[in-house]
């Protein structure tokens, strides 16, 4: 089986505001970057969707392959590892009986892992991680490209 190391970040200019979402997967020597953004959006959506993107991009590209997920978002990590079997037994209700925000992406990551083999590690923002800041120089270029 392929193994994948996929790294992910999304970023915002206000919150909402004019976003951005990017990803790099090294599969061996070879390394793939997508990005892309939104004129109006939430940092934590652009987090899910940089992951989301990514996963579509592997599932798409590569057959029985396992993939460890490197994020700075612990709102991610801890949502699709912990929270989401919670949500999706309260009918996408939090503890607190409300309604679970950004749903659809969710419900969209929740249909990304299933087929697949998924390790999630969390990473330190803006640490020095080659790869992660990598990613946070391609959401910076998507943010630049959405407000033209």
């Given at each position: 089986m392929r193994s994948l190391?996929?790294?992910?970040d999304g970023g915002c200019h206000g919150n909402p505001?004019?976003?951005?979402?990017?990803?790099?997967?090294?599969?061996?020597?070879?390394?793939?970057?997508?990005?892309?953004?939104?004129?109006?959006?939430?940092?934590n959506q652009m987090e899910l969707t940089a992951v989301i993107e990514a996963l579509s991009f592997v599932t798409e590209q590569y057959e029985k392959t396992s993939v460890r997920v490197h994020t700075d978002s612990e709102y991610v990590?801890?949502?699709?590892t912990s929270w989401?079997?919670?949500?999706?037994?309260?009918?996408?209700k939090t503890a607190a009986r409300k309604p679970?925000?950004?749903?659809?992406?969710w419900v969209t990551l929740d249909e990304r892992v299933k087929n697949l083999?998924?390790?999630?590690?969390?990473?330190?923002?803006?640490?020095?991680?080659?790869?992660?800041?990598q990613c946070d120089r391609l959401v910076q270029e998507a943010i630049a490209r959405t407000t033209g």
């Open positions: 190391d996929v790294y992910t505001g004019p976003g951005g979402w990017a990803y790099v997967v090294l599969n061996g020597n070879s390394t793939i970057t997508g990005s892309g953004g939104r004129i109006s959006t939430t940092n990590k801890n949502g699709i989401i079997n919670t949500w999706k037994r309260n009918g996408w679970v925000k950004n749903q659809e992406l083999s998924v390790e999630w590690e969390w990473v330190r923002g803006h640490s020095g991680n080659t790869y992660n800041e």
